[in-house]
């Protein structure tokens, strides 16, 4: 019995213990869980915290374009999202912060503000104004200086010397610039560099834009590409001239083509310099022949 200050006797309540009435069916899983493990999106379906974490950290950590979306999980089509409060409880801090910053890099690139600029250190986005020379980075796990010019740190009061670099160090950059540019795709909305390992040649950027691996044009469909039935491999289509969608592309063949355009363009300008070897050789490794060694076992 409980007795209160006026002396008013109410029956004490029973302990608290765990009922299967108190266990609520996940709507993702269908695993029964504790009502207290669960969270909620702001309709009120109800989801355990494994199966939203799970969906977060796929947007957080993935590729895919909906980056760190919190729309509800339920089969029905609902179209609310969890409040913060309820994703919170779902991580550890560490993976919280990279939740966040996620979704200011999102936020970023819908923007698709003017003069964007990423500091060269810890890769946080900055708006510069033209004319601006020096990125200071304000990030309090940064906090450095970079000249805009030569991507170096800040060099301030002397004036920037980019244009004063070695004429083979500014070859063989521009001959790494050129290579690279030639396997990497640029988003045409956000800017965002994309490289394909495998699959096929319709891709897409986390910012939702669509695109062309081969052909690195915008697209909507796969009306863009070849509908006719053929080996990819073997030979073109002798029907169309469209984007093949399976069609993998042959990296050393590009690169190596890139290599010998940006020499051949540079050779005008530099032309001691291209003389020379840029780069490691092309030529496969000769092995050397034994030689016998006395006393060797």
Same mark, same amino acid.
């Given at each position: 019995?409980?007795? /209160? ?10 302990? @608290? ?18 009502? #207290?493990?669960?969270? /909620?999106? $702001? ?22 374009? #909906? ?12 179209? !609310?999202?969890?409040?913060? @409060? ?15 910053? !996620? ?8 923007? /698709? ?9 810890? %890769?946080?986005?900055?708006? *510069? ?9 304000? %990030? ?28 083979? #160090?500014?070859? !063989? ?12 795709? &640029?988003? +045409? @909305? ?7 390992? $495998?699959?096929?040649? =319709? ?14 044009? +915008?697209?909507?469909?796969? +009306? ?24 993998? $592309? #042959?990296?050393? =063949? ?5 290599? @010998?355009?940006?020499? $051949? ?8 310099? &291209? ?12 092995? !050397?022949?034994? =030689?016998?060694? *006395?006393?060797?076992?």
């Amino acid at each position: 019995m409980v007795v /209160q200050e006026d002396d008013t006797e109410w029956p004490e309540a029973p302990p @608290s213990i765990p009922q299967e009435e108190d266990r609520v069916e996940c709507g993702c899983c269908f695993e029964s869980c504790a009502f #207290d493990s669960m969270v /909620q999106c $702001e309709d009120g379906h109800l989801f355990c915290t494994i199966c939203l974490r799970r969906h977060v950290e796929n947007s957080i950590f993935g590729d895919t374009s #909906d980056g760190g979306s919190t729309l509800c999980l339920a089969i029905t089509g609902c179209e !609310r999202i969890y409040p913060r @409060s309820e994703i919170r409880k779902c991580f550890s801090h560490d993976v919280w912060l990279k939740y966040e910053r !996620r979704m200011a890099e999102e936020a970023v690139a819908k923007a /698709q503000l003017a003069g964007l600029v990423y500091c060269y250190h810890c %890769n946080h986005p900055w708006e *510069v104004d033209p004319g601006i020379k020096i990125l200071v980075c304000i %990030n309090q796990s940064c906090l450095k200086e970079t000249c805009l010019e030569c991507k170096e740190p800040s060099h301030l009061p002397d004036p920037c010397r980019s244009t004063e670099k070695d004429p083979e #160090d500014t070859v !063989r950059t521009q001959v790494e610039e050129s290579m690279t540019k030639a396997v990497i795709r &640029v988003c +045409s @909305s956000c800017g965002a560099e994309l490289f394909k390992l $495998e699959g096929c040649n =319709k891709i897409m950027c986390r910012c939702g834009q669509q695109m062309c691996y081969r052909c690195r044009e +915008s697209i909507t469909d796969y +009306s863009h590409f070849c509908p006719h039935i053929r080996a990819p491999q073997v030979a073109p289509c002798e029907e169309c001239s469209m984007c093949c969608l399976w069609e993998t $592309e #042959d990296v050393n =063949k590009v690169v190596k083509a890139a290599k @010998s355009a940006a020499i $051949e363009k540079l050779a005008e300008r530099y032309p001691e310099v &291209v003389r020379r070897q840029i780069g490691p050789s092309e030529d496969p490794v000769r092995k !050397r022949p034994c =030689k016998e060694r *006395v006393g060797m076992i």
